[in-house]
């Protein structure tokens, strides 16, 4: 990081850098520059360590990010702040106009249309909320405890994830340890000024220490927890990220579960229960983008992972006005969202590390629960075809690569085959995958080589402490020869051992004009849910809301 801030103001000291900036109509003094990792892309770049920075106007707006100086990049070294090359190939592209670039509600203009507003809502909990946080890190709440720690690299850390078993009252593993190992942000222009903006967003910048301090009653409800960051600054100083991470009871007015007979049975029975969840919160801003992460836990098992994508498209400057300049046979790489502004076509890959200890970690495997049709025998029933559920066990890494098929159906387990149900079955947990985009570059283009992590959405390795990042341990300028597809393709046993599970969740983001000049949150979810692990249904015992539980709110007299 410190690395980056001095990146942003060396430029500064070649006049040659200067001199291009004021040819371009734009004063010093408006000038916001940010570094952009390089990737890796040949022997060029090797034996010294370089950055790309790329500037914007400030002038009239906060938001920069809308105002790019095109075309013009700065290759810099890093150990010696010196610029080492200026390509300026976008002389003729206009700096973006600020009109309407401001997302400030303080700034937004008085004669812009606003939507009626909305009444408060709030949630109470009159005896105060149902979790505790021990030693200011043990979360224990409802039928759940885990341990809480947030990291520099990977944000928020979820560690020794017990749940209670409503039988026995013995609390049970289910994971020992999940976070976000690495983001893959590539943007799809090929061209000289685009090409290399491929970011590993925890490897190379550090997906905790872009933590911002949320925002009370707005990130996060009235009634959350706020946990600090303590991190350290490279030369070892001690700092801390206030409010890093929220924790909160949600009840959105979703069912637990419900059941009401029909008039059909003449039995008057319904019964429903409300589902109220805890919610892990963080968000981290990544220079213009804002990635919001939840860890969500529900009283009947599950864990919902989920990611939410906001903030500032990274944009391209462009001589169009509109889109009847363009030329037919023109491409863009991307969608003209205002005047002189495109939004860059781009993907988004968040890939989690989830060490599995389903009951135990030493006899944990990888089933692929895989539905097939099947057709009926002549005369055998008035159905032609019915569907198979067909299980097997992954005997070693390759088994487990798994690309998600639409019309190729399974279930993905872990499971533990030394702990069975009361009727025999192995008790486990099952991947319940969402948000789905693949990758779609070459396998031999230089970033998708070095995020070989997103070939697969689903692998499973056997537990080893030195791989723990997917893009490995030292991402800047890798080649990609320390990934977890490198690691998998060691094809090692992975039946009834320690092993982690990893998933991807992707998304393709083609930008649209809602998305200026800041774009509504965005988000995708996975689920890591108990199969066979609980002897039936473990929420039974959850009582119904009733009113007298709940504070009656009567209308304040007028003054």
Request: contains cysteine; negative net charge.
């Amino acid at each position: 990081m410190e690395d980056m801030i001095t990146a942003t103001s060396a430029p500064l000291a070649n006049s040659d850098f200067n001199h291009t900036i004021v040819q371009r109509g734009v004063d010093l003094a408006d000038l916001a520059c940010l570094p952009i990792s390089t990737g890796w892309f040949g022997k060029v770049e090797e034996k010294r360590r370089v950055i790309k920075v790329q500037c914007y106007s400030s002038k009239d707006t906060i938001n920069f990010y809308m105002r790019p100086i095109e075309g013009l990049t700065v290759l810099l070294d890093l150990d010696t702040q010196q610029v080492i090359e200026i390509i300026d190939e976008g002389k003729s592209i206009p700096i973006p106009k600020a009109a309407n670039t401001n997302y400030r509600f303080s700034r937004i203009k008085k004669n812009t249309q606003k939507t009626n507003l909305l009444k408060p809502i709030s949630i109470e909990q009159p005896n105060g909320p149902s979790f505790t946080i021990e030693n200011n890190h043990l979360v224990k709440w409802a039928n759940w405890e885990f341990h809480l720690k947030p990291d520099p690299r990977a944000g928020v850390i979820i560690s020794r994830a017990m749940v209670q078993d409503p039988d026995t009252g013995k609390m049970r593993n289910v994971m020992y340890k999940g976070f976000t190992s690495e983001l893959f942000v590539p943007y799809m222009d090929p061209s000289d000024a685009w090409y290399f903006k491929t970011y590993m967003d925890a490897g190379e910048y550090g997906f905790g220490l872009q933590a911002m301090p949320l925002d009370p009653l707005n990130d996060c409800p009235g009634n959350a927890y706020y946990m600090d960051g303590v991190f350290v600054a490279a030369d070892g100083t001690p700092y801390v990220r206030s409010k890093m991470i929220c924790v909160f009871e949600r009840y959105a007015g979703d069912i637990g579960w419900r059941h009401a007979e029909c008039p059909i049975t003449g039995l008057p029975i319904r019964e429903v229960r409300p589902k109220v969840t805890l919610v892990v919160r963080m968000a981290a801003s990544v220079s213009n983008y804002d990635n919001i992460v939840d860890w969500e836990f529900q009283t009947d098992g599950l864990i919902r992972p989920k990611v939410g994508l906001s903030g500032i498209l990274m944009v391209k400057g462009s001589p169009y006005v509109n889109m009847n300049q363009v030329n037919q046979n023109e491409y863009l790489y991307g969608t003209l969202l205002s005047e002189n502004i495109i939004g860059v076509i781009h993907d988004h890959y968040v890939t989690f590390h989830l060490d599995m200890d389903i009951d135990g970690p030493s006899n944990n495997s990888f089933m692929k629960v895989n539905l097939q049709k099947e057709m009926t025998s002549p005369g055998e029933s008035p159905r032609r075809s019915y569907l198979k559920a067909v299980r097997n066990v992954a005997k070693t890494e390759k088994d487990a690569q798994i690309k998600l098929k639409l019309y190729d159906p399974s279930e993905f387990h872990v499971i533990n085959s030394n702990k069975k149900s009361r009727v025999g079955n192995p008790v486990g947990y099952k991947v319940v995958p969402g948000g789905t985009a693949a990758s779609l570059l070459d396998y031999d283009d230089p970033p998708q080589k070095r995020a070989a992590f997103t070939n697969n959405q689903i692998w499973v390795t056997p537990y080893n402490e030195s791989e723990q990042w997917a893009a490995g341990l030292f991402v800047y300028q890798s080649q990609g020869d320390d990934t977890l597809a490198v690691w998998s393709d060691r094809d090692r046993a992975i039946e009834n051992i320690d092993i982690v599970l990893w998933y991807t969740l992707g998304f393709h983001h083609i930008p649209c004009q809602e998305d200026f000049p800041i774009m509504p949150t965005v988000s995708s979810r996975f689920e890591i849910k108990p199969v066979n692990f609980f002897e039936s249904n473990p929420i039974l015992n959850i009582p119904p809301n009733s009113p007298k539980d709940l504070p009656i709110c009567k209308a304040a007299a007028s003054a």
